[in-house]
């Protein structure tokens, strides 16, 4: 099982729609979340932290369940510049090493 | 304008023919690291470097080599590629007190024949 999983998409969704979606972790003790964007042949670059409370950034919404181990990011009223490969970051306090997820694309359409 | 540079971009080489990919970074971070991404795998890291002088093996270090002996620069080596290499690779950097937030080179896409 990998440490973090990902559904890969596409996910395929009109413009002004609301999407969400998760991202599980094997590791009980990891300890800090985050969320990436990867736009194609792009390099990644932070979107946001999740934090234990959740925490929203505009339309983003980031919460973390660590019950159920998954983080989650929901989009509300996408736009098509919202379209990218959205990559889902662990990372354990005891190290620097961050394990990262494969992605999941989003595909915004008109 | 800050930014981690890396050279060159794409590359197209033969098995065994070494060759290094440079990284260069602007923002006096101490944390420097290579990953290579791969169809349905993420990012695995590959290297990494808390300061000069200082390296550390990531997931898949094998078939790698990597210096630090200045701040700024973190090359990556293959001295003998194969194909089983090829890749798009991504330098990082960050600031130990702000770890949480890398920033990439823009990559490079390597191709082993």
């Known amino acids: 099982r990998k440490e973090v999983e990902q559904d890969p998409g596409p996910f395929n969704v009109p413009e002004g729609a609301t999407v969400a979606f998760n991202c599980t972790y094997s590791?009980?003790?990891?300890?800090?979340f985050f969320w990436y964007r990867q736009d194609c042949r792009k390099e990644p670059k932070l979107l946001m932290s999740?934090?234990?409370?959740?925490n929203e950034d505009g339309r983003f919404t980031a919460q973390l369940n660590r019950a159920s181990q998954y983080i989650s990011l929901l989009i509300r009223d996408s736009k098509l510049s919202d379209s990218a490969t959205y990559l889902c970051?662990?990372?354990?306090?005891?190290?620097?090493?961050?394990?990262w997820g494969a992605g999941t694309k989003l595909i915004i359409k008109p | 304008e800050a930014q981690v540079t890396q050279n060159p971009r794409y590359l197209i080489t033969v098995t065994g023919k070494k060759l290094t990919v440079t990284c260069s970074q602007n923002m006096n971070h101490e944390y420097m690291s290579w990953y290579r991404q791969d169809p349905g795998l993420g990012l695995r890291q590959i290297y990494y470097s808390m300061n000069v002088e200082v390296t550390d093996k990531g997931d898949v270090p094998e078939g790698y080599k990597v210096s630090r002996k200045e701040k700024r620069n973190f090359p990556l080596i293959l001295e003998s590629p194969s194909p089983n290499q090829t890749s798009l690779y991504f330098c990082?950097?960050?600031?130990?007190?702000?770890?949480?937030?890398?920033?990439f080179g823009p990559g490079t896409r390597l191709t082993v024949l």
């Open positions: 590791n009980s003790a990891s300890q800090s």
């Open positions: 970051v662990v990372k354990m306090d005891s190290n620097y090493q961050l394990i």
């Open positions: 990082a950097s960050s600031s130990l007190a702000n770890y949480n937030e890398q920033f």
């Open positions: 999740v934090y234990s409370s959740g």
